[in-house]
């Protein structure tokens, strides 16, 4: 490539590069500074070393929310993959218009803000009047209190994120129908089962496609904020009884950043996310190598 | 990935260029035409749009410019530290002893001598709320009161008797408490008593003789053993109605401010509350059954804990002076008594009763309940006004507290883990002891 040419792509990529600096890069770089720093924005700032990051080793809360932030992740992220896959599936078999028409249900509730989300799960897993225990009762199901037991808050609010897997059936539909239509003839032709073409088919043939919601799942749970900061921790009344279930590491850092002003031990807060969401995502990816597959290998 | 993590710790910078609170368009001349910034009230009812009216005509030709939305810490900070403070901040009266401890709010002293403020108008409570130190850091407004309030038909279910109704007696609490809860399989059909924790904790703690931190706002006593008592006999009255879990259920699906709450529902028999409450009953349900009695302790006498709100301005305010003049004029008696005229003129036009407005200016609580206030015809609601002037005579306050918002997490942590069933009561408070004492002496550092 010509320097000029060199110039002119440097020149296009200008306007993100500029707004990567100034809005990511350089926040990240001042919270490193002050994960350092004794600093709650009022008053002056002082340098205290490492001792935030020793704080926060011996913080219980650090442990609960690390702990209940984890066992989210295990939960959600399987279940939407496995959802998403068999309703990406479903499409597949659909008529294109009635495809369409699912598509479009699947996709509706991604759009919804996750505030009017976090209210509609108080409202639906509500233990003694919720619409959820209703209709387990029908069956004979006696609900537990979802809301407002501890033991059942994290599986609620997995029960919950269903609510909102439309992106990633959308990438499974576009991923199964890219699949060749031969290899699954050709593997028919060879007598095999539609389990076995699920496995050798279309398992590989989408691994890719598998593997990038993965991690980007992944990622997107270890932050989860929005709804469960509405439903547990958003006004004054639900902050006088959050309940530790619901205190995910997010949710922590916030409150010590800006209900009690530490804004330095937020900083190392977030950069121990940081660094665990970086060991996972490289093990993810470790792991990838040798169950991924890309058609250009 | 770091996109949130970052745009949440440094949105104090970054907020900096955008969610400032606009700038001043003159100098700080007393006498300038200006444009006062503020943050945390809203003119969303008769009562804070006559008051907000009647103050900017004491400005005039400058006003205010009303915010909306209540107090937002994030957006505060964001402010002060992008050195574009409002000019008046309104939030909770028990958030004043953070931000005054770390110098964000300027004492009221000078806007006092200046304004010639007459300090004794309003009830001492209220003022030792918004002192920190010897110093006063913002004008009060509002005096919640807590009170009993008594579905009359639910007592009348479980064959009790209202007016003998009394938190005074433990035991006796409870056994009433068990003959007005009712519940069916695994479903709660009605709270007998709810005793309102964690958040009213230090009321019962008031009423056992105990408090949860000294006078002077610095050291920690959760671990009283007359808390302990008190936080063991709440969560026990918990416990007797189904369990924290379904306790909470329950009251989480509660009409709260709608037609259908839970008195004319008859799913409670009785809890403590903050008075405005009977303002919501009356226009939600003026046919409500209702009894309104002092909260008391265990020697019989009334316990009232106050809370309310507060107008201060915060260091870098670019016109204090206009600032001082205006909250002046907000939490005077004439302002309010023109407030609850309005308020009255309404509640009339749409036929429903005005229970009034307790204010925390002694001035303004006379006339307005002297004058303004008729009876409704509704006898719950009548002598229920009665008896929360009555006891607000008797009203005291949390001290001001130099980490209250930290504070008071730390105590309601310890409660939430003893009703959720994680610890006893005297094992989470003397975790909490620790961690409170170990919160108030860094707040406290070099104050």
């Not at chain 2, 009562?47 to 915010?67: E, L, M, Q, V, Y």
């Not at chain 2, 005096?143 to 064959?159: E, H, K, P, Q, S």
């Amino acid at each position: 490539m010509s320097s000029r040419e060199t110039r002119a792509a440097y020149g296009f990529l200008s306007p993100w590069i500029i707004g990567f600096l100034i809005f990511m890069a350089g926040p990240m770089v001042a919270s490193l500074v002050l994960s350092l720093t004794d600093y709650d924005v009022l008053t002056s700032t002082d340098f205290v070393g490492a001792a935030n990051y020793q704080q926060l080793l011996a913080d219980p809360k650090v442990r609960t929310s690390l702990a209940n932030t984890l066992i989210y992740t295990v939960l959600h992220v399987p279940l939407t993959m496995a959802v998403s896959l068999g309703l990406a599936m479903l499409l597949v078999r659909a008529g294109r218009r009635s495809a369409g028409f699912f598509r479009t249900v699947f996709y509706l509730p991604t759009i919804t803000p996750k505030v009017a989300v976090g209210v509609l799960f108080l409202l639906l897993f509500n233990g003694q009047v919720g619409l959820i225990n209703e209709v387990l009762g029908w069956v004979g199901i006696n609900g537990p209190d979802w809301t407002s037991d501890g033991q059942w808050i994290k599986p609620g609010l997995v029960v919950m994120s269903a609510w909102s897997l439309g992106s990633t059936v959308i990438i499974y539909l576009a991923a199964l129908q890219d699949v060749p239509r031969d290899l699954y003839e050709a593997a028919e032709m060879d007598g095999a089962s539609p389990w076995a073409r699920f496995r050798a088919v279309t398992v590989p043939m989408i691994s890719g496609a598998l593997f990038f919601t993965l991690i980007i799942n992944t990622i997107s749970s270890l932050q989860t904020f929005d709804e469960v900061y509405t439903a547990f921790f958003g006004s004054s009344n639900q902050q006088t009884y959050g309940n530790d279930a619901a205190l995910f590491y997010v949710i922590y850092l916030f409150q010590q950043a800006f209900q009690f002003l530490h804004m330095g031990y937020a900083s190392a807060l977030a950069w121990l996310l940081f660094l665990i969401i970086v060991i996972i995502t490289l093990l993810q990816v470790r792991l990838s190598r040798r169950f991924v597959y890309y058609e250009s290998e | 990935m770091f996109i949130r993590t970052s745009r949440i710790l440094v949105a104090a910078l970054l907020l900096a260029g955008c969610g400032g609170v606009g700038g001043s368009d003159s100098d700080s001349d007393e006498n300038a035409t200006v444009t006062l910034t503020m943050m945390g009230f809203g003119t969303g009812d008769d009562i804070a749009k006559t008051r907000f009216d009647a103050a900017n005509a004491a400005i005039a030709p400058s006003a205010a410019k009303a915010s909306e939305g209540s107090f937002n810490a994030q957006q505060f900070l964001s402010a002060v530290a992008s050195k574009t403070p409002p000019d008046l901040v309104y939030m909770e009266r028990r958030l004043l002893g953070t931000y005054a401890a770390k110098k964000a709010l300027v004492p009221m002293k000078d806007c006092v001598d200046q304004e010639k403020i007459d300090l004794s108008q309003f009830r001492p409570a209220a003022v030792a709320e918004a002192t920190l130190n010897g110093q006063l850091y913002g004008l009060p407004e509002f005096y919640n009161n807590r009170v009993l309030m008594i579905n009359n038909t639910a007592f009348a279910d479980a064959g009790l008797d209202p007016a003998s109704f009394s938190t005074a007696d433990w035991p006796t609490l409870k056994a009433n408490t068990a003959k007005l809860f009712k519940s069916k399989g695994n479903k709660l059909q009605r709270i007998g008593f709810d005793p309102k924790i964690p958040e009213f904790l230090p009321l019962w703690a008031r009423a056992n003789g105990a408090a949860l931190v000294s006078d002077d706002g610095k050291t920690a006593k959760l671990t009283d053993p007359k808390v302990v008592e008190a936080l063991t006999f709440t969560v026990g009255l918990v416990n007797a109605q189904g369990g924290w879990a379904k306790f909470k259920s329950f009251r989480d699906s509660f009409d709260f401010f709608g037609a259908k709450n839970q008195f004319a529902s008859n799913q409670l028999g009785a809890f403590p509350m903050e008075d405005f409450y009977l303002n919501v009953l009356a226009g939600n349900s003026p046919d409500v059954k209702l009894t309104v009695a002092p909260f008391q302790g265990r020697d019989g006498q009334p316990v009232d804990w106050i809370t309310g709100n507060a107008w201060a301005i915060p260091a870098g305010s670019q016109h204090p002076k206009q600032a001082c003049k205006w909250i002046k004029t907000m939490t005077d008696s004439p302002t309010w008594i023109a407030a609850a005229k309005a308020r009255a003129a309404t509640r009339q036009k749409e036929g429903k009763p005005f229970s009034g407005v307790f204010t925390g200016n002694t001035k303004a609580d006379e006339v307005i309940f002297r004058d303004v206030v008729k009876p409704s015809g509704n006898a719950g609601f009548d002598t229920g006004v009665k008896t929360i002037l009555t006891t607000q005579e008797a009203g005291v306050a949390e001290p001001a507290i130099a980490a209250g918002e930290e504070f008071k997490a730390v105590w309601q942590d310890a409660v939430n883990r003893v009703l959720e069933g994680k610890q006893q009561p005297a094992q989470a408070l003397a975790q909490a002891q620790q961690q409170a004492q170990t919160v108030l002496d860094q707040a406290n550092r070099g104050s």
